[in-house]
Structures are given as structure tokens and as C-alpha cells.
């Protein structure tokens, strides 16, 4: 992200991103914050495919929690993830940039649900679904 | 596993697992294999905390996947996840060890469903549900 | 649904409603039909009510799984529900006016997967996401 | 259920199945109650054949989600469905009997999972799991 682009970006998600040692390692870059909102990329390595020479599903939900992370904490208080399903929609290879793009669909007290779509250009890969909770002032 | 477990283990999800890079990169090991079941071992390193502090959901997710990719590939045909969910039960900590358990829960025609529990020694820190897809004739 | 409206719509999807029994015993009434797409309105009844007071969660997943129905079967193929998950949003009560609103979210070989959020006026009372499987050839 | 075994049954939830109007009026019969354990039966009737001559899949999704909330509320404080996922297994159809059986997998805090199996006989038709939560004291 831009430095420009980051100044606009929700505080508390944007540190939140800054100390997530795990999602940078696996080279993921975020490229849009807003409001309940978030755009992260990744590119599948080596290190990534599985006994079936394939992404193993796990790089690709990790990717997909990323993005779901970042847009339930664009508001403030500190949210987690409570659970998240993924439905994998089509294989993924060694060498496929995937983007992720997380969109709050609802929020009711401490809870919330997000949509995370990712996709290789405007191939849909993967559905996620991420129920949130915001942690106790 | 030792070489005599191994002897004993079904093929298809030793050669599965033996082809796994990522999942052995994660440091995870396979400590058994049955009909329809496997347990799956893994330390949470330095490189799988994120940025509150905790381990990243993804990692406990694909310690979790790996025992039911495993648990669905014992009966030979290749099988794949079509889709997964979890529900993250405790906190996890760096140097958490962690211990995965996938068994079936059921199978129907190509399709089966899958537990998995993955426990800090006595404690359930998450369940997770895999539903695996066998891949055609 | 007015006749007019029934001339537009997707027929294999409107046949379905036809002979569907159980939800129109529920009092259901299909307000529009499209694309992947499905309206549904229902009012709680006194036999919808549950040991709490309120409205049994069965009978809201039933309106959703309705609306869900119904979109995936607007593009001619026999499509049954393969899986679905909903969450609770907030409590329903006697006499709650409800709509489902079912979208296409994407879709994959025979595979599908449909979003159907249910209101109560403005306000979100359950979020479901179906599974769908079209059959045969 | 014989009295003899009501006055064994947890009476927290012997008293939400006694008020749940919407669950006798479908037929369904409650066998059996433990700790963290239900077990209702109910035969498909006419009124819930759906549109391709099938048991309506929420219908199977009311039996399992009784036998959920009956087992969650065998504890004591009023526990509700926070949310719940379904996979259909196998079709059910007019006549059938089918028995629903839930039972507590984990529990944490004001939450827990319970996992429902719907059988005809010995066949398993659905798998159902649900999460809930127990209100504020």
C-alpha cells in the first residue's frame, strides 16, 4: 500500500497488519483498507503446494482470514476470529497470484460476519465466510 | 512415525504425505494413521504469530486440515476438501504444541465428512469440519 | 407473485413452487423471481414458536432455504441443497413479518453456492449460505 | 418418552420441550435426555414433501436443531442456537422415520458445539452441527 493510501487507512487495522509477521512471511501485501473493507495479495511459492501438486487449501485460507482480520478491525477495538468456513471453488497452482477481498455483510452486538471472495484475475477460487467477535472493553 | 508404523500405515496417505512439502515445512509430524483416521503433530513457531499476539488462525486451521486430508486419502483413491470449517475454541500461544485428530464421520458416494479436534494436551483449542470430494474413476 | 410477473420468471424454478407443498403450508409467498435470484416473504405464526418464546430457529431456516431453493433452481437443471449453514442474527417473535432475499454468489461444474439474507423490515435476523448440486446430466 | 424417564431427564430442558408448540406439532417425539445428550424421533408427512417429491431439507433441519437445543439446554441456564450448518446425505422421503441424535462435542466459556447425525434405520441422512450459546445470567 501506497504511504498516501495508508494515511486514509483505519489505525487500528493498519497496526494490527504492521506487527502480522505470520501473513507478511508468506509474502501477502495489502492493497486496499476501508471501512469493513480489505483487498490483500498473495503468490503461491513452492512452499505452498501439497501431496497433490497442488496449493494446499490452507495457504489459501490463510490468505482469505487475512483479509477477513484486516476488514473486522478496520472500526476499532480489537475483533478475532470465532469461526470461518471456505469452500474451495477451483485448484490453485504453484505460481497463481490470488487476491482476496473481505467485505463485512453484517454486524449485530459483539459479532460480525464477513464475505472473503478470492480469486486468480476474475476466476473465483474460493468462498470465505468469517464470524467475528470484538473482544470486551 | 517410526518405520514399523509405517509398514502398517495405508500407502495412499504415506505417499500423500511423504509428497506434502508444506505441511513438513510447518514442522508438522504424522504420529498415526488408520482407516479413516490420523493424528498430526505441530509446534507453533515464532513465524506463526500474528498481530495480536496469538497464533494466526491459519496455522491452527492447516494443522487441522493436513490430519483431515490425511484421514480422507486412507482408503486409496485421491480425495480432495470441497470445503472446511472451524471454530476457534482457545487462544494459542507460541510454543503451544499442538495435536490434530481427523476421523470420519461419514461418507456417501464421493463425498465424505470429516471431525477434526486439535487439542493442547487436555484442552480443545479447535473443531473443525472437512467435507472431502473423491476425485473420479 | 402477480401473473405478469409469473409470465418473466424462470419457469423450472416457478414449477418447483408450484408443487412445493411444505412452504406455502408455511404461509410463504415467492415476491420475485430471477436470475439466481429469489424474494420470499413469511409471518411468524403462533404454531412457529418455540420453548423460548420465540420463533423456532427451524422455520426461519426454512424460509431461507426456500429463497435459496428457488434461486438455484432458475436456471433449469434440478438443483437440490447439498449443504447450507445460518446464523442467528437476532430473535424472531410472533407475528414478525420476514423477507429472504437469495442471490447466487458463484457458481462451479455443479456446484453452487448462494447467499440468502433474512429481514425483519431493515433490520438482519439471519444470514444463510446454501451449497447447492445440480444433478444428472 | 415413559414418565418413569422424565423424572430422570434434565429438567431444564424437559421444560423448553414441554412449551415447544412448533416441535410436538410436527410429530416430533422426544426418546431420550442426558448430560449434553438428545434423542427425537419424527416421521415424514405430507405436508413436508418439497418440490421434487422430497422431504423439504429443512424439515430435517427442525428435527436435528430440536435435538441441538434440547442437549444444549440439559445444563441448566437457557442456551439458544447461535448458529448451526447442515450437510444433507442422503434423500428422505414421505413416511420415513427418521431419529435425530445430538450430542455436546466441546464447550467453552458461554459457548459450545454439538454435533446432530439424522438416521433412517441404520443410514445416516444429514449431519448437522451447532453452535451455541448460553444468555447472560
Do not use: K, Q
Amino acid at each position: 500500500m501506497l504511504s498516501a493510501d495508508r494515511d486514509a487507512a483505519p489505525a487500528s487495522a493498519l497496526r494490527m497488519w504492521d506487527a502480522d509477521v505470520a501473513s507478511r512471511a508468506l509474502g501477502m501485501e495489502l492493497e486496499e483498507l476501508g471501512d469493513g473493507y480489505a483487498r490483500v495479495r498473495m503468490t503461491v511459492t513452492d512452499a505452498m503446494v501439497n501431496g497433490h501438486g497442488l496449493c494446499h487449501g490452507g495457504y489459501v485460507f490463510m490468505l482469505a482470514d487475512s483479509a477477513f482480520a484486516l476488514a473486522c478491525n478496520t472500526e476499532g477495538p480489537t475483533t478475532v476470529a470465532a469461526a470461518c468456513d471456505i469452500a474451495f471453488v477451483a485448484p490453485v497452482r504453484l505460481g497463481d497470484e490470488l487476491v482476496a477481498e473481505g467485505r463485512e455483510r453484517t454486524r449485530f452486538g459483539r459479532s460480525g460476519i464477513f464475505d472473503v471472495t478470492v480469486r486468480r484475475g476474475d476466476a473465483v477460487v474460493a468462498e470465505f465466510r468469517g464470524h467475528s467477535r470484538t473482544l470486551g472493553t
